[in-house]
DNA sequence: CGAAAAATGTGGTCAGACCACTTTTGTTTA
DNA sequence: TAAACAAAAGTGGTCTGACCACATTTTTCG
C-alpha cells in the first residue's frame, strides 16, 4: 500500500542528515564534525550505521578521518574517488594502449589550454624548462608534461593524468636525446608563442619519437 | 602473518580485497558476491568491518544489496553517485566546471577520432540518429556522443567518460529543442564528411547553447 | 610556572544478538 | 507425478556493548 517504506537506506539518509550537519552548523573544509557517538544519540540510530554512512563519505574523499582526533569536512579537491575508481575500471585494462592513448588526449588538450590563454602561456616556467634543455641538454617529457597540467589549472583532470601515467608505467626514464632535443625546443617555444597547433604538432613528434625508440 | 601496520585503512584494504575476489573469481555484473558473513570470516575480519567498505561501495554505485537476497556487483550507471556528490559538491562550480571541462576533452577528440577514420565516420549509426532527429525532432546530446566514444574504440576512454558523465550529468533529460535542431544536423553532417575542426565546431556551439540555457 | 602524568575523548574493530525479508528445501496434497 | 504449501536456512539491516590504539585535555606535582 501507501504505507512508508523506508525507500532510501538508512545509511544513504544518514549522508543526508550529515550534509544537513555540515550546511547549518556552516562546518567549513577542514571543520570537525560531531563524534561518531554524539552523531549517533542527535539521529536516533547505532553508531554502526554512522559509521558505514560516514565511511562512504570518507571513500568518496568528502571527509578525513583521524584516529584518536576526529572527523573532519574535506577539501573537496581531493577525491579518493578517482582512485577507488580506478581500482576497479582500470583494472582489468590490459591494453596499455588505450592508456596511453587516453593520456594522451588529455595532454594534448592540457597544452591547447595553456597555448591559447596568454596569461598561462607567459608563465616563466616554460622559459625556465627550455633554458634548462639548452644548458643541461637533459629533461623529462614526464616533468615538462606535469608543469602543463598543472598549468592547466583542473585538478580533476590532473588527477586522472597521474593516474594514468603510473599505469602506463613506461620506461620514459630516458634523458632526452640530442634527437629530442631541437624538438623540445620547437615544443616550448611554438607553446609560447600561443601557436596551438604547431605546439601540439610538437609534442606528437616527441611522443612519436620516445615510443619508437622503444620497439 | 606479523602484525602489520595498516598504512591503508582497513576498511580500503577490504575494498582492495573485494576488487581481488570479483576478480579472480570472475563475478559479471549482476553476479553474486559471498554473503557478508562468509567474507568476514574468509577475510579475517569483522562482519562491521566488511559492511563498512560494502556500504562504500554500494554509494559509489559499484555493488548493488538487496535484503534477505545478498550482494551483487552493478552495472555502472545511474546509481547515487550522482546524488551524493551534488549533494556535497554541486555547490562548488568550481568543481563542476572541472569535471564538464574534463568531459569535453575527451568527446572532442573523440570526434576527431571518428571523423579522420574513414570506416568509423561511414558507420550506419550517424545517418541513423541524423534521421532521428529531422523525424523525431527529439534527441539527446548523451545518447549522441555516447555513439561516438563508443565508436571511438577505447574502453578505457569509455569508462572514465561514463564516470565524469555520472559526476556532472544535468538533471533535466532535455529534449533537443529547435533552436538546437540545425546545430545537431550540422555536427551530424560534419562529422560524417569527416570534417573534423567543423565538427567540433558545431559540437562546442551545441555544448555552449546546453550550458546557456542553463543560467 | 612548566613539565610530566593521568583522565578523557575519539576513531577502529570485533562479537553477538535480533529483525525482516528472500531463497531454498522438504512435505503434503490434488 | 506435479503442483501447492509450509518449514528451514540464508542474507542483509540494525543495535548494543566491549576493547584497543591513539590524540587531546585536564590534573597533578616538582
Redesign the interface.
Known amino acids: 500500500m501507501s504505507a512508508e517504506k523506508p525507500a532510501t537506506?538508512m545509511?544513504?539518509q544518514i549522508?543526508?542528515e550529515l550534509?544537513g550537519i555540515i550546511q547549518d552548523e556552516e562546518i567549513p573544509p577542514g571543520g570537525k564534525i560531531p563524534s561518531e557517538r554524539v552523531l549517533a544519540e542527535r539521529l536516533n540510530v547505532g553508531r554502526?550505521s554512522i559509521?558505514?554512512?560516514l565511511?562512504?563519505?570518507?571513500?568518496?574523499g568528502?571527509i578525513e578521518t583521524r584516529r584518536g582526533g576526529g572527523t573532519f569536512v574535506a577539501d573537496?579537491?581531493n577525491h579518493q574517488?578517482v582512485e577507488?575508481?580506478a581500482?576497479?575500471?582500470?583494472?582489468?585494462?590490459k591494453?596499455i594502449r588505450?592508456?596511453q592513448?587516453?593520456r594522451m588526449?588529455?595532454e594534448?588538450?592540457a597544452i591547447r589550454i595553456v597555448a591559447e590563454d596568454e596569461a598561462l602561456r607567459s608563465l616563466p616556467v616554460w622559459e625556465s624548462l627550455l633554458t634548462n634543455v639548452i644548458m643541461n641538454g637533459k629533461i623529462e617529457r614526464e616533468d615538462v608534461m606535469r608543469e602543463i597540467m598543472i598549468a592547466s589549472q583542473?585538478?580533476?583532470?590532473l588527477k586522472?593524468w597521474i593516474l594514468l601515467k603510473q599505469y602506463s608505467n613506461e620506461p620514459y626514464k630516458n634523458q632526452s636525446t640530442a634527437e629530442e632535443q631541437p624538438i623540445i625546443k620547437m615544443f616550448l617555444s611554438e607553446l609560447m608563442l600561443g601557436h596551438t597547433q604547431k605546439a601540439i604538432v610538437a609534442f606528437e613528434e616527441w611522443a612519436a619519437l620516445l615510443h619508437k625508440g622503444r620497439e
Chains 1, 2 share one sequence.
Open positions: 537506506k545509511f544513504i549522508v543526508r550534509r554502526s559509521r558505514e554512512a565511511r562512504s563519505l570518507e571513500l568518496l568528502l573537496f579537491n574517488l577507488v575508481l581500482m576497479f575500471i582500470l583494472q582489468e585494462e591494453d588505450n592508456v592513448a587516453a588526449i588529455i594534448r588538450d583542473n585538478r580533476l583532470v586522472i
